[in-house]
Protein backbone atom coordinates (compact mmCIF):
# COMPACT_ATOMS: atom_id res chain seq x y z
CA UNK A 1 0.00 0.00 0.00
CA UNK A 2 1.29 3.48 -0.85
CA UNK A 3 1.01 5.56 2.41
CA UNK A 4 -1.35 9.14 1.97
CA UNK A 5 1.81 11.24 1.75
CA UNK A 6 3.43 9.28 -1.16
CA UNK A 7 -0.29 9.05 -3.23
CA UNK A 8 0.37 12.84 -3.65
CA UNK A 9 3.14 11.93 -6.40
CA UNK A 10 1.90 8.87 -7.62
CA UNK A 11 -1.13 7.79 -8.80
CA UNK A 12 -1.44 4.45 -7.10
CA UNK A 13 0.20 0.88 -7.45
CA UNK A 14 -2.27 -0.48 -9.62
CA UNK A 15 -4.23 0.29 -13.40
CA UNK A 16 -7.51 1.03 -11.94
CA UNK A 17 -6.27 3.20 -9.69
CA UNK A 18 -4.28 5.13 -11.88
CA UNK A 19 -7.67 5.17 -13.73
CA UNK A 20 -9.51 6.88 -11.04
CA UNK A 21 -7.00 9.32 -10.90
CA UNK A 22 -7.24 10.43 -14.73
CA UNK A 23 -11.24 10.50 -14.16
CA UNK A 24 -10.38 12.95 -11.28
CA UNK A 25 -8.03 15.36 -13.26
CA UNK A 26 -9.81 15.11 -16.42
CA UNK A 27 -13.36 16.03 -14.48
CA UNK A 28 -10.94 19.52 -13.71
CA UNK A 29 -10.70 19.68 -17.64
CA UNK A 30 -6.78 18.24 -16.79
CA UNK A 31 -5.82 15.29 -19.25
CA UNK A 32 -2.95 12.77 -17.87
CA UNK A 33 -0.03 11.30 -19.04
CA UNK A 34 0.33 7.72 -17.45
CA UNK A 35 3.87 6.44 -16.46
CA UNK A 36 4.13 2.83 -15.18
CA UNK A 37 7.55 3.56 -12.53
CA UNK A 38 10.72 1.35 -13.71
CA UNK A 39 13.73 2.29 -15.69
CA UNK A 40 17.61 1.07 -16.18
CA UNK A 41 16.63 -2.77 -16.85
CA UNK A 42 19.34 -4.49 -18.11
CA UNK A 43 17.17 -7.85 -18.41
CA UNK A 44 15.49 -8.21 -21.79
CA UNK A 45 12.45 -9.82 -19.89
CA UNK A 46 11.96 -6.67 -17.92
CA UNK A 47 11.74 -4.45 -20.77
CA UNK A 48 9.26 -6.68 -22.49
CA UNK A 49 7.24 -7.14 -19.20
CA UNK A 50 6.75 -3.08 -19.14
CA UNK A 51 6.34 -3.00 -23.04
CA UNK A 52 3.41 -5.06 -22.59
CA UNK A 53 2.02 -3.52 -19.53
CA UNK A 54 2.17 0.01 -21.73
CA UNK A 55 0.20 -2.09 -24.91
CA UNK A 56 -2.70 -3.49 -22.28
CA UNK A 57 -2.56 0.25 -20.65
CA UNK A 58 -3.38 1.69 -24.26
CA UNK A 59 -6.13 -0.68 -24.76
CA UNK A 60 -7.11 0.25 -21.41
CA UNK A 61 -7.54 3.92 -22.04
CA UNK A 62 -9.23 3.49 -25.22
CA UNK A 63 -11.95 1.10 -23.57
CA UNK A 64 -12.34 3.71 -20.84
CA UNK A 65 -12.72 6.84 -23.29
CA UNK A 66 -10.47 9.01 -20.83
CA UNK A 67 -8.37 12.10 -21.81
CA UNK A 68 -5.36 10.43 -20.81
CA UNK A 69 -1.71 8.66 -23.04
CA UNK A 70 1.39 6.99 -21.74
CA UNK A 71 5.23 8.46 -21.23
CA UNK A 72 7.21 6.17 -21.45
CA UNK A 73 11.12 5.80 -20.19
CA UNK A 74 13.64 4.58 -22.96
CA UNK A 75 15.72 2.64 -20.66
CA UNK A 76 12.58 0.94 -18.90
CA UNK A 77 11.76 -0.71 -22.58
CA UNK A 78 15.34 -2.38 -24.01
CA UNK A 79 17.82 0.85 -24.10
CA UNK A 80 19.99 -0.15 -22.09
CA UNK A 81 20.12 -3.86 -23.73
CA UNK A 82 20.72 -2.43 -27.46
CA UNK A 83 19.64 0.19 -29.42
CA UNK A 84 18.06 -2.27 -31.64
CA UNK A 85 15.52 -3.49 -28.96
CA UNK A 86 14.72 -0.16 -27.49
CA UNK A 87 13.91 0.74 -30.79
CA UNK A 88 11.55 -2.54 -31.42
CA UNK A 89 9.95 -1.70 -28.65
CA UNK A 90 9.16 1.73 -29.16
CA UNK A 91 7.47 1.32 -32.49
CA UNK A 92 5.44 -1.05 -31.25
CA UNK A 93 3.66 1.03 -28.71
CA UNK A 94 3.56 3.78 -30.96
CA UNK A 95 1.67 1.42 -33.46
CA UNK A 96 -0.74 0.23 -30.73
CA UNK A 97 -1.35 3.93 -30.11
CA UNK A 98 -1.78 4.78 -33.43
CA UNK A 99 -4.54 2.12 -34.14
CA UNK A 100 -6.25 3.78 -30.94
CA UNK A 101 -5.94 6.97 -32.07
CA UNK A 102 -3.85 7.58 -28.98
CA UNK A 103 -0.43 9.17 -27.86
CA UNK A 104 2.73 8.00 -26.43
CA UNK A 105 5.31 10.45 -24.69
CA UNK A 106 9.06 9.45 -24.77
CA UNK A 107 10.96 10.64 -21.53
CA UNK A 108 14.75 11.62 -22.02
CA UNK A 109 16.91 10.39 -19.71
CA UNK A 110 20.71 10.60 -19.07
CA UNK A 111 22.63 12.47 -22.05
CA UNK A 112 24.27 9.24 -23.32
CA UNK A 113 20.68 8.04 -24.31
CA UNK A 114 19.68 11.17 -26.29
CA UNK A 115 21.22 9.53 -29.59
CA UNK A 116 19.56 6.63 -29.99
CA UNK A 117 16.73 8.15 -28.18
CA UNK A 118 16.19 11.04 -31.05
CA UNK A 119 17.10 8.38 -33.67
CA UNK A 120 13.84 6.80 -32.49
CA UNK A 121 11.71 9.39 -32.51
CA UNK A 122 12.55 10.75 -35.84
CA UNK A 123 11.95 7.60 -37.90
CA UNK A 124 8.77 6.66 -35.97
CA UNK A 125 7.35 9.56 -35.77
CA UNK A 126 7.75 9.69 -39.76
CA UNK A 127 5.37 6.41 -39.87
CA UNK A 128 3.01 7.27 -37.38
CA UNK A 129 2.48 11.38 -37.50
CA UNK A 130 1.07 13.03 -34.34
CA UNK A 131 0.86 9.50 -32.37
CA UNK A 132 4.39 10.18 -30.56
CA UNK A 133 6.09 12.92 -28.53
CA UNK A 134 9.70 13.26 -27.32
CA UNK A 135 10.99 15.18 -24.59
CA UNK A 136 14.44 17.65 -25.28
CA UNK A 137 16.26 19.10 -22.57
CA UNK A 138 17.45 22.76 -22.68
CA UNK A 139 20.17 22.22 -19.98
CA UNK A 140 21.72 20.66 -22.54
CA UNK A 141 24.31 22.36 -25.23
CA UNK A 142 23.42 20.32 -28.07
CA UNK A 143 19.64 21.15 -27.96
CA UNK A 144 19.17 23.78 -29.98
CA UNK A 145 20.74 22.19 -32.60
CA UNK A 146 18.50 18.76 -31.93
CA UNK A 147 15.47 21.28 -32.36
CA UNK A 148 16.60 22.11 -35.83
CA UNK A 149 17.13 18.91 -37.08
CA UNK A 150 13.11 17.77 -35.39
CA UNK A 151 11.54 20.75 -36.16
CA UNK A 152 9.26 19.88 -39.15
CA UNK A 153 8.73 15.62 -37.68
CA UNK A 154 5.42 15.03 -37.57
CA UNK A 155 5.53 14.02 -33.83
CA UNK A 156 5.33 16.80 -30.39
CA UNK A 157 8.06 18.02 -28.73
CA UNK A 158 7.85 18.41 -25.40
CA UNK A 159 10.60 21.13 -23.85
CA UNK A 160 11.76 20.98 -20.25
CA UNK A 161 14.73 22.34 -17.93
CA UNK A 162 16.74 18.94 -17.87
CA UNK A 163 16.83 17.06 -14.66
CA UNK A 164 20.33 14.78 -15.07
CA UNK A 165 23.36 16.33 -13.50
CA UNK A 166 25.52 16.29 -16.76
CA UNK A 167 29.17 17.49 -16.95
CA UNK A 168 30.19 20.61 -17.81
CA UNK A 169 31.46 20.07 -20.97
CA UNK A 170 27.76 19.07 -22.73
CA UNK A 171 25.53 21.08 -20.07
CA UNK A 172 24.87 24.42 -18.83
CA UNK A 173 25.26 24.35 -15.23
CA UNK A 174 23.76 27.67 -13.78
CA UNK A 175 20.44 27.52 -13.32
CA UNK A 176 20.13 31.08 -14.99
CA UNK A 177 21.77 29.92 -18.20
CA UNK A 178 19.60 26.78 -18.15
CA UNK A 179 16.74 29.27 -17.79
CA UNK A 180 18.21 31.85 -20.59
CA UNK A 181 18.57 28.54 -22.70
CA UNK A 182 14.95 27.69 -21.97
CA UNK A 183 13.40 30.37 -23.24
CA UNK A 184 15.83 30.79 -26.66
CA UNK A 185 14.34 27.06 -27.09
CA UNK A 186 10.33 27.91 -26.29
CA UNK A 187 10.64 30.96 -28.40
CA UNK A 188 12.18 28.51 -31.25
CA UNK A 189 9.91 26.47 -31.22
CA UNK A 190 6.66 29.08 -30.95
CA UNK A 191 8.32 30.83 -33.66
CA UNK A 192 8.93 27.57 -36.06
CA UNK A 193 5.90 25.26 -34.75
CA UNK A 194 2.03 25.60 -35.79
CA UNK A 195 1.61 22.86 -32.87
CA UNK A 196 2.46 19.86 -31.29
CA UNK A 197 4.61 22.58 -28.66
CA UNK A 198 4.37 21.20 -24.85
CA UNK A 199 5.82 23.12 -22.09
CA UNK A 200 7.32 21.27 -19.52
CA UNK A 201 7.53 23.31 -15.97
CA UNK A 202 6.09 24.46 -13.17
CA UNK A 203 7.82 28.05 -13.48
CA UNK A 204 5.28 30.81 -13.55
CA UNK A 205 8.11 32.69 -16.04
CA UNK A 206 7.80 29.96 -18.57
CA UNK A 207 4.34 29.51 -18.78
CA UNK A 208 3.70 33.65 -18.99
CA UNK A 209 6.28 33.07 -21.68
CA UNK A 210 4.45 30.60 -23.44
CA UNK A 211 1.32 32.45 -23.28
CA UNK A 212 3.02 35.47 -25.16
CA UNK A 213 4.54 33.39 -27.78
CA UNK A 214 1.87 31.39 -28.33
CA UNK A 215 -0.58 34.70 -29.02
CA UNK A 216 2.32 36.29 -31.22
CA UNK A 217 2.86 33.06 -33.55
CA UNK A 218 -0.67 31.58 -33.00
CA UNK A 219 0.96 28.34 -32.05
CA UNK A 220 -1.12 25.18 -30.70
CA UNK A 221 0.63 24.36 -27.43
CA UNK A 222 0.13 22.31 -23.71
CA UNK A 223 1.60 22.83 -20.76
CA UNK A 224 2.91 20.01 -18.92
CA UNK A 225 3.18 19.66 -14.87
CA UNK A 226 3.85 16.33 -12.55
CA UNK A 227 1.25 14.92 -10.49
CA UNK A 228 1.70 16.71 -7.11
CA UNK A 229 3.53 19.95 -7.85
CA UNK A 230 1.56 22.97 -8.38
CA UNK A 231 -2.09 21.10 -8.86
CA UNK A 232 -3.86 24.68 -8.31
CA UNK A 233 -1.97 25.78 -11.23
CA UNK A 234 -3.07 23.26 -13.11
CA UNK A 235 -6.49 23.63 -12.77
CA UNK A 236 -6.33 27.03 -13.16
CA UNK A 237 -5.03 27.02 -16.71
CA UNK A 238 -7.06 24.44 -17.09
CA UNK A 239 -10.13 26.95 -16.44
CA UNK A 240 -8.79 29.80 -18.67
CA UNK A 241 -8.58 27.57 -21.55
CA UNK A 242 -4.98 26.25 -22.00
CA UNK A 243 -4.49 22.72 -22.81
CA UNK A 244 -2.99 21.15 -19.64
CA UNK A 245 -1.54 17.83 -19.24
CA UNK A 246 -0.32 16.10 -15.86
CA UNK A 247 2.47 13.41 -15.62
CA UNK A 248 1.21 10.96 -13.24
CA UNK A 249 3.43 8.12 -12.27
CA UNK A 250 1.50 4.64 -11.13
CA UNK A 251 3.20 1.10 -10.09
CA UNK A 252 4.78 -0.71 -7.37
CA UNK A 253 8.14 0.58 -7.94
CA UNK A 254 6.95 4.37 -6.28
CA UNK A 255 9.45 4.48 -3.04
CA UNK A 256 12.69 5.80 -5.66
CA UNK A 257 10.42 8.36 -7.33
CA UNK A 258 8.69 9.53 -4.28
CA UNK A 259 12.11 10.36 -2.26
CA UNK A 260 13.61 11.91 -5.62
CA UNK A 261 10.27 14.48 -5.58
CA UNK A 262 11.14 14.95 -2.04
CA UNK A 263 14.89 15.78 -2.89
CA UNK A 264 13.99 18.69 -5.37
CA UNK A 265 12.20 20.80 -3.20
CA UNK A 266 12.42 21.74 0.77
CA UNK A 267 8.44 22.30 0.29
CA UNK A 268 8.14 18.41 0.16
CA UNK A 269 10.69 17.85 3.19
CA UNK A 270 8.16 18.00 5.30
CA UNK A 271 5.97 15.44 3.80
CA UNK A 272 8.66 13.01 3.57
CA UNK A 273 9.22 13.35 7.35
CA UNK A 274 5.74 13.01 8.19
CA UNK A 275 6.02 10.20 5.89
CA UNK A 276 9.21 8.65 7.98
CA UNK A 277 7.14 8.87 11.17
CA UNK A 278 3.80 8.33 10.18
CA UNK A 279 1.72 11.63 10.36
P1 LIG B 1 12.21 25.03 -11.69
O1 LIG B 1 13.32 25.68 -12.45
O2 LIG B 1 12.53 23.84 -10.85
O3 LIG B 1 11.46 26.07 -10.81
C1 LIG B 1 11.17 27.36 -11.33
C2 LIG B 1 10.03 27.96 -10.56
O4 LIG B 1 8.84 27.13 -10.73
C3 LIG B 1 10.23 28.02 -9.07
O5 LIG B 1 11.02 29.13 -8.72
C4 LIG B 1 8.79 28.11 -8.59
O6 LIG B 1 8.30 29.41 -8.81
C5 LIG B 1 8.07 27.17 -9.53
N1 LIG B 1 7.98 25.80 -8.96
C6 LIG B 1 8.71 24.74 -9.33
N2 LIG B 1 8.38 23.65 -8.58
C7 LIG B 1 7.44 24.06 -7.71
C8 LIG B 1 6.71 23.43 -6.65
N3 LIG B 1 6.91 22.14 -6.30
N4 LIG B 1 5.80 24.16 -5.97
C9 LIG B 1 5.61 25.46 -6.27
N5 LIG B 1 6.30 26.12 -7.24
C10 LIG B 1 7.18 25.44 -7.94
N6 LIG B 1 13.27 16.04 -17.10
C11 LIG B 1 14.06 15.26 -17.88
O7 LIG B 1 15.28 15.36 -17.81
N7 LIG B 1 13.50 14.34 -18.74
C12 LIG B 1 12.14 14.21 -18.88
O8 LIG B 1 11.68 13.37 -19.68
C13 LIG B 1 11.30 15.05 -18.10
N8 LIG B 1 9.96 14.99 -18.22
C14 LIG B 1 9.20 15.89 -17.54
C15 LIG B 1 7.81 15.90 -17.75
C16 LIG B 1 7.03 16.86 -17.14
C17 LIG B 1 5.56 16.87 -17.40
C18 LIG B 1 7.63 17.83 -16.26
C19 LIG B 1 6.81 18.89 -15.60
C20 LIG B 1 8.98 17.78 -16.02
C21 LIG B 1 9.78 16.83 -16.63
N9 LIG B 1 11.15 16.79 -16.41
C22 LIG B 1 11.93 15.96 -17.19
C23 LIG B 1 11.77 17.56 -15.30
C24 LIG B 1 12.34 18.90 -15.74
O9 LIG B 1 13.50 18.68 -16.53
C25 LIG B 1 12.73 19.78 -14.54
O10 LIG B 1 13.74 19.15 -13.82
C26 LIG B 1 11.59 20.08 -13.59
O11 LIG B 1 10.38 20.27 -14.27
C27 LIG B 1 11.91 21.36 -12.79
O12 LIG B 1 12.00 22.49 -13.64
P2 LIG B 1 10.81 23.56 -13.77
O13 LIG B 1 10.89 24.15 -15.14
O14 LIG B 1 9.52 22.89 -13.47
O15 LIG B 1 11.01 24.66 -12.70
Same mark, same amino acid.
Request: hydrophobic content about 40%; overall charge negative; aromatic content about 8%.
Given at each position: ?19 ? &? ?5 ? *? #? ?42 ? @? ?25 ? &? ?5 ? *? ?47 ? @? ?7 ? *? ?6 ? @? ?25 ? #? ?50 ? *? @? ?26
Amino acid at each position: MIPPIARRFVAGESVPEALD &HVRARNA *D #GVAVMLNLLGEHYDDPGNARADVDAYLALLDDIADSGLDACVSV @KPSQIGLDVSADLFEEHYREIVARAHE &HDAFVWY *DMENADTTDATLDAFESIAADYPWSVGQCLQSNLKRTREDLERLVDVPG @KIRLVKGAY *DEPAAIAY @KKRSRVDEAYREDLAFLFERRERGVAV #GSHDPAMIALSDRLAREHGTAYEVQMLMGVREDAQRDLATQGVDVSQYAPYG *D @KWISYFYRRVRERRENLTFAVRAVFGR
